[in-house]
């Protein structure tokens, strides 16, 4: 099981503001080591974010994204107390849920 | 003062990448798409070309850097402002997969994104809005690289 996320989710005017740090390789599958063997890709595939409940978006990510991922968006209406999940899934097949809650 | 023929290269070159990474409106599935991300080279993007031409729009835009010093982390960020958009795309034209993100945008949460990204060298950065009724609207910025990012 992967590091956990950190979330902040903040609220701003009829609007929340949610920032989450991810903890991943964010491997290419085009660096090599240092005896010339690529390293194989492990990247983040899916991500998706619920609001209560309620997804409010799904991203699909190629290798491009950096590493140790960072992600901002705004949740419409979210109030402070509401909970905001957010899942990640890579092409292992890992995954990782967590919660924050709106303040 | 951007000149028609610099228009022109531009528009041609979103509707490659576009057509190459299989996400003009025709296609839309849930799951991860592995062509999209597997669209490497103009020429592989060229052969699947159809569907609407991207337009420059002053809704989409794109942020990030002029000169970013570390190409492993480059803050980029892609928003539109205006209503009926079903998908923002992250694309960096000289990485060697030009799709870098793709978010599937609801109601409930702003067309607004921020994120970082991976630059192997200095390269434009498309921004691109796909809309509910097939339109498909960029913003470009360029983006320089003192470092790349994709190197051992």
């Known amino acids: 099981m992967a590091d956990p996320m950190r979330i902040r989710a903040q609220v701003a005017g009829d609007k929340a503001t949610v920032r989450v740090l991810m903890s991943h390789e964010m491997e290419t599958g085009l660096r090599r080591d240092g005896a010339g063997a ?10 998706s974010a619920a609001h209560n409940g309620k997804s409010v978006f799904n991203a699909q990510w190629g290798p491009s994204v950096a590493k140790n991922p960072f992600m901002q968006f705004n949740v419409k209406g979210a109030k402070a107390g509401d909970k905001i999940t957010v899942v990640w899934k ?14 | 003062m951007q000149t028609r023929r610099e228009m022109l290269h531009h528009s041609g070159a979103v ?31 060229v052969k699947a070309l159809g569907g609407g031409a991207p337009a ?3 809704d989409v835009s794109v942020t990030g850097p002029d000169i970013a010093e570390n190409g492993a982390v480059v803050p980029v960020g ?3 402002s205006t209503t009926g958009v079903k998908r923002l795309l992250l694309l960096v034209e000289k990485n060697p997969s030009v799709l870098a993100a793709v978010f599937d945008v609801t109601d409930s949460v702003d067309a ?6 991976k630059m192997g060298q200095s390269s434009n950065v498309y921004a691109v809005a796909l809309m509910n009724d097939g339109r498909a609207l960029y913003a470009v910025k360029e983006i320089k690289v003192t470092l790349g990012g994709c190197g051992g």
């Open chain 2, 15 to 45: 509707a490659a990448l576009l057509a190459g990474a299989g996400l003009l409106p025709t296609a839309a599935q849930a799951a991860w798409n592995k062509s999209a991300f597997e669209a490497k080279t103009m020429a592989e993007c």
């Open chain 2, 112 to 117: 607004s994104f921020n994120t970082r990204v």
């Open chain 2, 78 to 80: 892609c928003a539109s």
């Open chain 2, 56 to 58: 420059e729009s002053k």
């Open chain 1, 38 to 47: 690529v390293i194989p890709a492990w990247f983040i595939q899916e991500v």
């Open chain 1, 90 to 103: 890579d092409n292992k097949g890992d995954s990782r849920t967590d919660e924050a809650t709106v303040s």
